[in-house]
C-alpha cells in the first residue's frame, strides 16, 4: 500500500552581501505577493524541476530573474526546515550567499522594491529571513578569517589598501596594515597584475593585484 504524505514546500534563498560606505549590507526585496506582501525579504524563489538541474542553479535563477544579478560569487550557507517557518505549511530552504562588489550590485537598485540595508542591524524580516542573514553574516566573518573569502567582494584588480579595509569590514576588527600586507603575500592568493593606480589622497600610484586561480585557505587567521 502506497501512503500518501502532503509534499514539502521546498525554496531557495539567497543572501546578497556586498559593501557600502565600509558597512557590510544585503540586498533585500518588497515581497510582491502573499504571505507576507509588501514586506522586504531575502531572495527567493522555488525549485523548478525543470529548469534547474541542481539547487546551486535555483539560487543563480533567482538572482538573475528576481535582481538581474548574474556570474556572482555564491556558496551554499545551510538549510532551513520546519513547520513554523512558513504560513503555507511545513517547508524546508536551501540557503545561499553571494558575495558581490557594490559596482555590481548597483543595477539591481533600480528596480522597484529592491534597497540595500545594513547586514549589522535587526531587519524583523518575515519567515526566518532573520536567522538566515545572521548565519550568513556568521559564516562569512569566520571563514574570512582564514581563507579569500573577502576579496570576492573587490573588482578583478585591486590594491593591498582596498584589501586591508575590506577585510576590516568584513571581520569587524582592526588589523594593523603592516602585519597585513605581510602576511598577505607570504600566503600567496594574490598576483600582481603589473599595473598600478593610485588611490585618493595618496601620493603615488599604489600597485594593483587580483585572485590567483585557486582559492586560498590560511593556516590561521588573520
Not at 63 to 90: C, H, I, M, N
Request: hydrophobic share 40%.
Amino acid at each position: 500500500m502506497t501512503e500518501n504524505y502532503p509534499p514539502p514546500i521546498l525554496t531557495v534563498d539567497i543572501v546578497p552581501l556586498t559593501i557600502r560606505d565600509g558597512r557590510l549590507c544585503v540586498l533585500l526585496a518588497e515581497r510582491p505577493n502573499e504571505p507576507f506582501a509588501g514586506r522586504l525579504a531575502l531572495l527567493g524563489g522555488y525549485v523548478h524541476v525543470d529548469k534547474d538541474r541542481a539547487l546551486g542553479d535555483t539560487a543563480r535563477r533567482v538572482l538573475r530573474d528576481k535582481a538581474g544579478l548574474d556570474r556572482l560569487y555564491v556558496e551554499q550557507l545551510s538549510t532551513f526546515s520546519g513547520p513554523q517557518r512558513d504560513p503555507r505549511g511545513w517547508s524546508a530552504s536551501v540557503a545561499y550567499f553571494s558575495l558581490t562588489p557594490l559596482e555590481a550590485v548597483e543595477p539591481a537598485l533600480e528596480r522597484s522594491g529592491i534597497v540595500l540595508v545594513d547586514a549589522d542591524k535587526p531587519q524583523g524580516l518575515p519567515f526566518d529571513h532573520d536567522a538566515i542573514l545572521a548565519a550568513a553574516v556568521s559564516r562569512l566573518r569566520g571563514k574570512g578569517a582564514y581563507s579569500d573569502l573577502p576579496a570576492r567582494f573587490l573588482g578583478p584588480s585591486f590594491t593591498l589598501a582596498e584589501l586591508h579595509r575590506t577585510y576590516q569590514v568584513v571581520l569587524g576588527e582592526r588589523i594593523n596594515i603592516d602585519a597585513f600586507r605581510r602576511k598577505v603575500m607570504e600566503r600567496g592568493f594574490l598576483e600582481p597584475t603589473g599595473e598600478k593606480r593610485r588611490d585618493e589622497g595618496a601620493t603615488r600610484p599604489s600597485e594593483l593585484y587580483r585572485l590567483t586561480a585557486q582559492a586560498a585557505v590560511f593556516p590561521r587567521r588573520f
